[in-house]
């Protein structure tokens, strides 16, 4: 299946370039281009992208009021959303975070860490597993002015094993650590983090994450001051 990206950034040179690297590759295809966050909305209503890369800096509506306006149309939930941008302040990846992006990453990544990057948002998956990003997002979410604004309750549909998944998502891992830390497949994993998500009403792993910080499910840890793991 061919992976259906719509890129949106106001420097015409910088899509240029991406959308050269994307339809380089064999399963992906750039369908579309928006200079400003309006058209970004607009066009993914129009083209339903399986992506978007999203620039935060852009004209008429900010690359976060876009991904806030697409991620509340329930029309709009297989459009994935990448934020790609320069500015990588802690408190943009926590807006981009709760505004529903599936991931939040650098302009100076590299060609197969972009690749790599739609992909793993195309597939539900999430960019937060550096612990870097996990102690990020810990500390933002946890903070007075987004203090948990949901009841427990609402956790009251998952199973205990539910829970103890959405809890290990919250701190960062993947899948593939889940599943060595539970003596499980990968698979069962998967599908135990799919179930939760779809009782949670969560777009993606990262909305899952943003819920079980909000709920109370986990809390701020201190930021890990080890090496950050490769993503």
Known sequence: MTLRV???DDQALLR???RMLLDSADDITVVGEA???REAVTLTRELRPD????????PELDGLAATSEICADPELRASRI???????TDEYVAQALRAGAGGFIGKGIGAEDLLDAVRTIADGDTLLSPA?????????????????????????????RERE????????LSNQEIAERMFLSPFTVRAHVQRAMTKLDARDR????VIAYQSGLVHAAAPDPGPDRPS
């Open 132 to 160: 870097a990003t996990r102690s990020l997002v810990a500390r933002f979410l946890a903070t007075p002015d987004h203090a948990p604004r949901h009841h427990p309750e609402r956790l009251a549909v998952l199973t205990p």
């Open 35 to 37: 200079a400003d966050g």
């Open 16 to 18: 240029g370039a991406f």
């Open 6 to 8: 719509l890129l949106a």
């Open 82 to 88: 990448l934020i790609l941008t320069t500015y990588e």
């Open 51 to 58: 992506v978007v890369i999203m620039d935060i800096r852009m």
């Open 165 to 172: 998944m959405v809890a290990l998502v919250a701190t960062g």
């Open 206 to 209: 990262a909305q899952l994450v």
